[in-house]
């Protein structure tokens, strides 16, 4: 059975980090054919226009990584009411230079979780709008916009609230079909 690998993108370097935990406990929904992977992006340099043509070899493995995988999935907190600057610095890093983004055709999903009553709402929106812009078709629905709350994560990193677990099974259902429809076409 061939393999679907999906690059996972977590905006938060945080070593609780709730949306790395979050992002984990996704990957247990996959069925076994789609594997999830979590890129590195503590590492890039800040984005430079001027280093488009000799671009930092961690950039290049940002690149690389993104290209080889059929699907990407976005795991981001909320930042002042937007994505965090370094989730923006990777996705500027692997659109550069112009013409040679990674981010084009590629299905994506959003998704994130906060201590907030919103979750990360905002956030996503930006993030949506930033990959419309890619052309990296995005799904649009169902959106999770989570809530960090005691008992979300049971002690396996799994997803320990039932009701939760339903819908976002329901979304990973969903997230699966999107990337094989888009990776077919």
Same mark, same amino acid.
């Given at each position: 059975?061939?393999?679907?690998?999906?690059?996972?993108?977590? &905006?938060?370097?945080?070593?609780?980090?709730?949306?790395?935990?979050?992002? @984990?406990? @996704?990957? /247990?929904? %996959?069925?076994?054919? =789609?594997?999830?992977?979590?890129?590195?992006?503590?590492?890039?340099?800040?984005?430079?226009?001027?280093?488009?043509?000799?671009?930092?070899?961690?950039?290049?493995?940002?690149?690389? !990584?993104?290209?080889?995988?059929? +699907?990407?999935? =976005?795991? #981001?907190? !909320?930042?002042?009411?937007?994505?965090? &600057?370094?989730?923006?610095?990777?996705?500027?890093?692997?659109?550069?230079?112009?013409?040679?983004?990674?981010?084009?055709?590629?299905? #994506?999903?959003?998704? +994130?979780?906060?201590?907030?009553?919103?979750?990360?709402?905002? %956030?996503?929106? /930006?993030?949506?709008?930033?990959?419309?812009?890619?052309?990296?078709?995005?799904?649009?629905?169902? !959106?999770?916009? @989570?809530?960090?709350?005691? +008992? @979300? =994560?049971?002690?396996? &990193? /799994?997803?320990?609230? !039932?009701? #939760?677990?339903? =819908?976002?099974?329901?979304?990973?259902?969903?997230?699966? %079909?999107?990337?094989?429809? /888009?990776?077919?076409?």
């Amino acid at each position: 059975m061939a393999q679907t690998r999906i690059a996972v993108i977590v &905006g938060s370097l945080r070593k609780d980090s709730f949306n790395h935990k979050l992002a @984990l406990a @996704l990957a /247990h929904l %996959a069925p076994s054919d =789609f594997t999830f992977e979590t890129l590195r992006i503590d590492d890039l340099p800040l984005y430079n226009q001027d280093d488009d043509g000799n671009q930092a070899a961690s950039v290049k493995r940002l690149k690389s !990584e993104v290209a080889a995988a059929q +699907g990407v999935l =976005f795991v #981001t907190p !909320e930042y002042n009411r937007s994505i965090p &600057g370094v989730l923006k610095n990777a996705i500027d890093h692997a659109s550069r230079p112009y013409g040679q983004s990674v981010w084009g055709g590629k299905p #994506t999903g959003v998704l +994130g979780i906060s201590v907030g009553a919103i979750g990360t709402a905002l %956030a996503q929106q /930006h993030l949506r709008n930033i990959l419309a812009y890619l052309d990296a078709p995005t799904m649009g629905g169902p !959106e999770v916009f @989570l809530q960090a709350k005691e +008992g @979300l =994560f049971d002690d396996k &990193g /799994h997803i320990g609230n !039932e009701g #939760t677990q339903k =819908f976002l099974q329901g979304w990973m259902d969903k997230y699966v %079909a999107w990337v094989k429809a /888009h990776s077919a076409a």
